[in-house]
C-alpha cells in the first residue's frame, strides 16, 4: 500500500466518527523507521476519536499498524490536540 492510500482509509475512518470532518486533517513525516500520520481534529472532537481508555484510537490502530507500506517502514498514528 502507499502512504496516500492509507492517508485515505484514515480520513474516511476518522471523518465518520467527529461532528466536524472538515476540520479533520492529516499530516504525514517519514523517519528511517516510521511513517507518521499525525491526526488533527477539532478541539470538541478529539474525545470522539481517542474514547473512553483510549479504545477507540486503539482500535484504529490495531487496522493501520496491520498494513505494510511499499517500502517496509511501519506505520504510527498520532492524535494531536
Request: glycine share 4%.
Amino acid at each position: 500500500m502507499t502512504e496516500e492510500t492509507v492517508k485515505q482509509l484514515l480520513l474516511t475512518i476518522v471523518k465518520a466518527l467527529v461532528t466536524a470532518p472538515d476540520e479533520v486533517s492529516i499530516e504525514v513525516a517519514n523517519d528511517d523507521q516510521f511513517v507518521n500520520f499525525n491526526l488533527k481534529v477539532a478541539s470538541q472532537d478529539v474525545g470522539r476519536v481517542i474514547g473512553k481508555n483510549g479504545t477507540v484510537v486503539q482500535a484504529i490502530r490495531s487496522l493501520v499498524y496491520g498494513i505494510r507500506i511499499d517500502d517496509d517502514r511501519r506505520i504510527k498514528l498520532n492524535v494531536i490536540d
